[in-house]
């Protein structure tokens, strides 16, 4: 190799390798193994994975590099100008199969009954590396399984000790929970503490690994890979949209894999897009149109049930009628909501469902920078958010962030768990926010990064007094030249309020204050997803209701007159827009169940119902075209809460796996251990002071309502603060604001 450079015209962070005789330039101190992947010459591997830290542990990737006495890995050698590289000689050939050959002395030949086969990298390379006749005679080794939680299956004697799943938990997730102990031939790989997994993004060890060590607990056993149909969908229970698979056969979805996108999720998924099938066939699921009879529910036909939905908002329409509608509903589902409110003569429409300030007329909208370049920052304020449980992915790329160089400060009322350094906290109650937010300290830390992000989470903005912590956020980023991030609060928030779901006359806060004659949800779970369910409880109990849902539970039952069962998203053809302002089409991969039909279907037969006009489409591409010119509202604005008052201030997070009706039902997912309970979390000085201790039941009243929840004692919380999580029946009834403990 010569000191001159082969090829002068290259950039000069690059160098010219040849690789099987082709010529190619390659950057710097990049591997032999990403310059061939980037030359589309393929290098067999296990260890490696281009998204975890290098390993070399595998020696798969072994090639005869020239000058070089002994084979070199691929994965750890770097490219030098003028280097020869050969990855199918004699030497690197049978380098390959040497190796090929170890792995496999221990490897159990349970290819026909293991759930990975067909889609198992080593299965895959043994075939074109591997002896038809193992020269080994010696007993195979067997390595006890461990229970790591709902999610994961064990496998352990089948694991070739790659590493790869030791290197996400350690270097993506964070958590450090799986971890190579022993030595030699009795190294073996589990968790140090023998717990389940607690990351909120453990089922990508399932990815990465590349046998049947570590599969999907709720897939095994279900399908083998080629009987599965792959659809193109997007996540739908926050607002990322992460880009995924949805896999099933005969119609049914079994199981959720990664799609890569670079510019959302990566090659990741987070465990409550990956799991939350299971929710789509529980027994409450709406299959078919039900019509309240006499106080006793029937199953009626589509034109019955049709002709009842009809009379009601016939009978009520106008300033009578409201339509309230869930953050994660499509675009074409929404924008035909929003015309029928217009037909039918109503400015009362909303899907803000999880907020409780409107005075300030805030909607949903895309981050002021891409969710890729957020990785890029050097300085990041997060803002009344627990964005771990939040944007699982989100806070992933903020830990990338971390670990390149990046300043990261909390403003929060409990110090939640996050895997990566904190260079800055202020832990304060949620009326505090806004005074910590704006401290000379913490404003001059952002002005003096190159590239500030504020981002600004559910705490905030579901708060009763939203719109100050909103404001204080906008003068930060002002202040300091942050971009300023708002998460928003709904898988579609983004979408909806492009296509005017938005309300003309009165908001959610308005229309449980001043209760309609008649209300249509859609895609509501009454007793769990409003913010304030007591004030939805009473005002859709004294009205008709409409429920267009997609499960026939209890607290839909309890207010609805009829219900319409609609598809999930899995089961329709949709568009969701995400936190960067991308529109996302998802495909059909579930069957409908029963009688259900897909949103749009059903809209349009009761627009024609009605006899509406702009419901004449008979298509998706009809419903695009018809809510393409749906007019921009001017949103109506009610008058902030008062933020005065005794107690305890509430400090809300919506639990991570009870955040809409589908992850509420996925059982593996409500067995997981991030899946906490319904609780109430004090400070040891408040339990002190209120005469509770750890573990105790306490009665919690609030303005709202009363509760009976058991105690936690966390020093996290901030003095007079109480941490609860919503998605929970036990903790609806107290709303937000401020709370007192009435008895132990």
């Known amino acids: 190799m010569s000191a001159q450079p082969v090829n002068p015209n290259l950039p000069p962070d690059h160098v010219t390798v040849f690789i099987d005789g082709v010529e190619m330039a390659a950057p710097k101190g990049s591997m032999i193994i990403q310059a061939a992947d980037k030359a589309g010459i393929p290098i067999p591997r296990f260890c490696y994975h281009?998204?975890?830290?290098?390993?070399?542990?595998?020696?798969?990737?072994?090639?005869?590099?020239?000058?070089?006495?002994?084979?070199?890995?691929a994965c750890a050698t770097p490219v030098m100008d003028g280097m020869k590289i050969q990855t199918r000689s004699e030497k690197a050939l049978k380098s390959q199969r040497n190796v090929m050959e170890f792995l496999l002395i221990n490897h159990p030949l349970d290819c026909p009954i293991c759930d990975q086969g067909g889609e198992c990298e080593l299965q895959d390379l043994s075939l074109g590396y591997g002896r038809s006749v193992s020269r080994f005679q010696e007993r195979k080794r067997v390595v006890p399984d461990e229970d790591i939680g709902p999610l994961v299956a064990t496998e352990m004697t089948r694991c070739i000790q790659c590493t790869r799943c030791v290197r996400f938990t350690a270097d993506v997730a964070g958590t450090y929970e799986l971890g190579g102990m022993y030595r030699g031939e009795n190294l073996q790989i589990g968790t140090y503490d023998g717990k389940p997994l607690t990351t909120e993004i453990s089922g990508n060890v399932i990815d990465v690994c590349p046998v049947g060590a570590l599969t999907n607990k709720v897939f095994q056993f279900r399908a083998r890979p080629w009987e599965l149909i792959a659809r193109e969908s997007v996540g739908y229970h926050d607002a990322m949209g992460s880009s995924l698979f949805v896999h099933s056969r005969r119609g049914q979805v079994l199981r959720t894999v990664p799609r890569e996108n670079e510019a959302v999720n990566e090659c990741w998924l987070s465990d409550r897009d990956r799991y939350s099938h299971q929710g789509l066939y529980s027994d409450?699921?709406?299959?078919?149109?039900?019509?309240?009879?006499?106080?006793?529910?029937?199953?009626?036909?589509?034109?019955?049930?049709?002709?009842?939905?009809?009379?009601?908002?016939?009978g009520n329409a106008g300033d009578e009628l409201g339509v309230l509608v869930h953050p994660a509903t499509s675009n074409e589902e929404g924008g035909l909501l929003a015309k029928l409110a217009a037909g039918l003569g109503s400015g009362n429409v909303d899907h803000r469902i999880n907020n409780r300030d409107f005075s300030d007329g805030a909607v949903a909208e895309p981050f002021a920078l891409p969710m890729a370049d957020i990785e890029k920052a050097d300085v990041i304020v997060l803002f009344g958010t627990n964005i771990r449980h939040e944007l699982p992915l989100l806070h992933q790329r903020i830990r990338k962030a971390q670990r390149k160089g990046a300043r990261v400060h909390v403003v929060n009322p409990v110090d939640f768990d996050f895997a990566f350094g904190i260079a800055g906290k202020h832990i304060v109650p949620p009326s505090q926010l806004a005074g910590a937010l704006n401290e000379a300290a913490l404003r001059e830390a952002a002005k003096a990064g190159n590239h500030a992000v504020l981002i600004v989470g559910g705490?905030?903005?579901?708060?009763?007094?939203?719109?100050?912590?909103?404001?204080?956020?906008?003068?930060?980023?002002?202040?300091?030249?942050?971009?300023?991030?708002?998460?928003?609060?709904?898988?579609?928030?983004?979408g909806l309020a492009r296509h005017g779901v938005l309300p003309s006359r009165r908001d959610v806060a308005g229309m449980f204050a001043e209760p309609r004659k008649a209300y249509v949800i859609y895609g509501i779970e009454p007793g769990l997803d409003f913010a304030d369910t007591p004030a939805a409880a009473r005002a859709l109990s004294s009205a008709k209701v409409v429920a267009f849902s997609h499960f026939a539970c209890k607290s839909t039952r309890d207010v609805a007159d009829v219900i319409l069962p609609i598809g999930a998203l899995?089961?329709?053809?949709?568009?969701?827009?995400?936190?960067?302002?991308?529109?996302?089409?998802?495909?059909?991969a579930g069957k409908l169940p029963g009688e259900a039909r897909e949103g749009w279907r059903v809209l349009r037969a009761l627009g024609g119902e009605l006899q509406l006009p702009s419901f004449e489409f008979t298509d998706l591409a009809g419903v695009r075209a018809a809510i393409a010119?749906?007019?921009?509202?001017?949103?109506?604005?009610?008058?902030?809460?008062?933020?005065?008052?005794?107690?305890?201030?509430?400090?809300?997070?919506?639990?991570?796996?009870?955040?809409?009706?589908?992850?509420?039902?996925?059982?593996?997912?409500?067995?997981?251990?991030?899946?906490?309970?319904?609780?109430?979390?004090?400070?040891?000085?408040?339990?002190q002071s209120s005469g509770v201790a750890e573990g105790a039941m306490a009665k919690i009243g609030s303005a709202n309502g009363t509760a009976t929840l058991p105690v936690v004692v966390d020093a996290r919380v901030a003095k007079g603060s109480a941490w609860i999580e919503s998605g929970y029946g036990a903790t609806a009834p107290l709303g937000a604001g401020r709370v007192t403990v009435v008895s132990a």
């Open 629 to 687: 010119g749906n007019a921009p509202v001017t949103i109506a604005r009610s008058a902030a809460s008062a933020a005065a008052g005794e107690g305890l201030e509430l400090a809300v997070t919506a639990g991570i796996y009870r955040t809409d009706g589908t992850v509420r039902r996925a059982e593996a997912l409500q067995a997981h251990p991030l899946n906490t309970g319904a609780r109430i979390v004090l400070n040891p000085a408040d339990a």
């Open 570 to 588: 899995p089961e329709i053809e949709a568009t969701l827009t995400n936190l960067d302002g991308t529109d996302q089409r998802t495909q059909a």
């Open 50 to 73: 281009e998204k975890l830290p290098i390993a070399a542990n595998c020696r798969m990737c072994l090639v005869d590099v020239e000058k070089m006495p002994k084979p070199a890995p």
């Open 284 to 314: 409450d699921r709406a299959v078919k149109p039900l019509q309240k009879v006499n106080g006793e529910w029937r199953e009626v036909s589509w034109s019955e049930g049709l002709a009842a939905a009809a009379e009601i908002l016939r």
């Open 459 to 494: 705490i905030a903005e579901n708060h009763p007094q939203a719109s100050a912590l909103r404001q204080a956020a906008g003068e930060f980023a002002a202040a300091t030249g942050a971009s300023l991030c708002r998460i928003p609060q709904g898988a579609n928030a983004v």
